[in-house]
């Protein structure tokens, strides 16, 4: 079974940054394309990034675009997500998801197959 664990969430004043960092046990994120999903109060969870397993395409949320990057270190077998210009509306959990299967994968929850327990990230002043 995989199971992912999320760090680096926390309180942030807005225009500051955090670093996201997700890692896994019991099998490699490597050969998992690995995205980033977040949820606010009373929302639904929302799409905000995605590294495909070559690091060759990676997909951005158009509410993120510009302020956040995700990225993986395979040596480390993590995927980051770089916050910057965060906003009070970037206020959420942050989840880490990852999907082994093979075929062209959709920017929705249900893409994927294995999920972490989420960080919170707060933007206040």
């Known amino acids: 079974q995989v199971q992912l664990v999320e760090s680096g969430g926390g309180l942030v004043q807005p225009g500051g940054s955090l670093r996201l960092s997700c890692a896994a046990s019991g099998r490699t994120l490597r050969t998992a394309v690995v995205g980033w999903f977040r949820q606010g109060p009373w929302k639904d969870r929302e799409f905000v990034a995605a590294?495909?397993?070559?690091?060759?395409?990676?997909a951005t949320a158009a509410s993120v675009k510009g302020r956040f990057t995700i990225s993986r270190d395979n040596a480390n077998d993590t995927v980051y997500l770089q916050m910057n210009s965060l906003r009070p509306e970037d206020t959420a959990l942050y989840y880490c998801?990852?999907?082994?299967?093979?075929?062209?994968?959709?920017?929705?929850?249900?893409?994927?197959?294995?999920w972490g327990q989420g960080t919170q990230v707060t933007v206040s002043s």
């Open positions: 590294i495909n397993r070559a690091q060759s395409n990676t």
């Open positions: 998801a990852a999907r082994y299967r093979t075929g062209y994968y959709y920017e929705t929850p249900e893409s994927f197959d294995f």
